[in-house]
């Protein structure tokens, strides 16, 4: 076994990736991606500790949201910046437990029987590469419950990144993720207590959502009823990939008057939902649609594509050279737009010039498609919500979020939104909704009949507007509420959207196309004994379920644990 990744959806045999990721990383990335975690887990030690004597340590906040992101799935395949992020780490280490015991504290006694702290080189550490990583819990429920609770922790750093780089912070959030980090090497912590634990996970993932909804609609308004345009200009063109809106915002600026036109890709179509973008006439419209079409779609594109998060699929040849990356996205090999310095904007200017010399995209579809309905957007009809629901002409909400794919089981989401009677309505957010945007379903007395609220992150508007239409109807719980929850899932940020639905009391959430491979039989039946946690199974069974009063859950089937 060179290596050991289940994180994701796409895990090799339901099990694990243990020789390439399926994402397409090798071991070697996948092992510094350990390292990296594990370093993270020693920083957190110390800061912890050091809050316990009244130390804040700016930079360690950032970079434990920072590492956790360059983790996520498909972020940064590249060795050298991951390698120099760990060096980085070390370097930060040093410099705490140093502060840390000038102030008299004793790292020792914080430590859990991790040794492995005290290398002092990414030499060091590679070499216990085994010893540090998925497989070093031996105990499955604990190992499951562990890793639950980390990429939880990796979907809440995307969010705190976004926040961050709009200016925005909570502590009490990073204290939580340091403290949580250092108590998945706790060997003493019982089942109940990771089980609690992981729920708490949750309750700090609506914070952090809390916050980002906070930072985004400060900084560009709330999103509001748009029309998005999928066809192409006549200009060469920019496209934006990822998640961050100060890349958009800065992106922008710098094209302005250049004759390079920007079009969204994938999570990056809401956008244009908010007011404050809307004054770039030369943000043209959303090409393409969920990430991993990008293989064929950047092709036709014809310009340069900028990532500035996760959803890099490894670029074919033909294309590869137009690929940018910034932030903490990474490809070998692949031009990296540098960070901001001293406030300054980043500068885009290499890109820009590369799309000056390539020629207009090639339109691959037209018309538009609708979306921003975001919690205030949508909050704004309510009474038209409630009379509709109240009179019966809405029969059921379908909450659909979460993220897309490329396996063929998929097909399920899209059937699953057509066969959908005409008096239901879906409310959606992330790219899953590439599965059903597009299809003509009608709307129910001017009403949509899909509810877009925008990225993975914005399902917080979705808990928002169920929690308002529960004290509206006056019902004492959530659960009451005329809603379905079918959620597919793909990587680490769904899992802190799972986690916060969970710790708001929403039950009876089906996920889907599998479930995670780093569930153990153990913690699923927990999920489902607790919250009926349940897996899919064929379209017209779960509509029957789903539409009726039938939500006792089922046990679903598992892969076994390693």
């Known amino acids: ?50 809050r316990e004597i009244a130390v804040e340590w700016e930079d360690a906040n950032r970079f434990v949201f920072d590492a956790l992101f360059m983790t996520i799935t498909n972020a940064n395949f590249d060795k050298v910046k991951i390698e120099e992020k760990i060096r980085e780490g070390l370097a930060l280490r040093r410099a705490i437990r140093n502060r840390f015991e000038a102030e008299g504290g004793k790292i020792e006694e914080k430590l859990h029987e991790s040794a492995s702290w005290k290398a002092e080189t990414v030499e060091e550490f590679y070499e216990k590469a085994t010893q540090i990583g998925v ?69 700090y993932g609506v914070e952090v959502m809390a916050l980002l909804d906070k930072a985004n609609t400060t900084s560009y308004g709330n999103p509001e009823i748009s029309k998005v345009n999928i066809g192409v200009g006549k200009n060469p063109g920019i496209l934006i990939s990822g998640h961050d809106l100060k890349d958009m915002e800065e992106l922008l600026a710098q094209t302005e008057g250049t004759g390079v036109d920007v079009y969204t890709h994938s999570e990056m179509l809401p956008a244009h939902y908010y007011p404050s973008f809307k004054k770039y006439k030369h943000l043209v419209g959303n090409y393409g649609n969920a990430w991993w079409k990008q293989v064929s779609e950047f092709e036709s594109f014809n310009g340069p594509v900028l990532f500035t998060t996760n959803c890099i699929v490894p670029p074919k040849t033909s294309y590869k050279e137009r690929i940018y990356t910034t932030g903490l996205s990474g490809f070998e090999g692949n031009t990296h737009i540098a960070d901001r310095k001293k406030g300054q904007p980043k500068d885009f200017s290499v890109i820009i010039e590369h799309a000056k010399k390539c020629a207009p995209p090639v339109e691959i579809e037209t018309g538009s498609i609708v979306g921003g309905f975001a919690h205030n957007q949508v909050l704004q009809l309510a009474d038209k919500i409630v009379e509709a629901v109240q009179t019966g002409t809405i029969r059921k909400f379908f909450v659909m979020a979460g993220c897309d794919g ?83 899932w793909y990587e680490q940020k769904a899992v802190i959207v799972l986690l916060a ?40 069974e779960d509509m029957q379920i789903l539409l009726g009063n039938n939500s006792h859950p089922r046990v679903p089937e598992v892969s076994p644990t390693l």
């Open 135 to 203: 497989l070093s819990t031996v105990n499955p429920d604990v190992r499951s419950l562990r890793e639950l609770i980390i990429y939880g922790l990796k979907g809440m750093a995307a969010y705190a990144e976004h926040a961050f780089n709009l200016g925005f912070n909570n502590h009490s959030v990073f204290a939580f993720m340091q403290r949580a980090l250092v108590a998945t090497t706790n060997d003493k912590l019982s089942i109940e207590e990771l089980v609690a634990l992981t729920l708490e996970t949750g309750k």
């Open 501 to 540: 639905l969970l710790s708001l009391g929403v039950k009876n959430i089906h996920l889907g196309p599998t479930l995670p491979a780093f569930l153990s039989p153990n913690v699923v039946r927990v999920l489902v004994e607790n919250f009926g946690i349940s897996g899919i199974k064929s379209v017209d």
């Open 1 to 50: 076994m060179e290596m050991f990744c289940f994180q994701c959806q796409e895990a090799a045999k339901g099990t694990g990736c243990t020789v390439k990721g399926v994402c397409g990383k090798d071991d070697q990335v996948s092992n510094l991606q350990d390292l990296l975690v594990w370093i993270t887990k020693g920083i957190s030690v110390y800061t912890t500790a050091a």
């Open 406 to 488: 490329r396996m063929k089981d998929r097909d399920y989401y899209t059937q699953f939104a057509e066969s959908l009677p005409k008096d239901t309505v879906i409310l959606t957010a992330g790219c899953a909704k590439y599965r059903y945007n597009k299809l003509p379903l009608g709307d129910i007395n001017g009403i949509p009949r899909v509810l877009d609220a925008g990225q993975c992150n914005d399902s917080y508007s979705l808990a928002v507007i169920a929690l308002t239409l529960k004290d509206v109807l006056k019902l004492s719980d959530i659960n009451e509420l005329p809603i379905a929850y079918n959620i597919a």
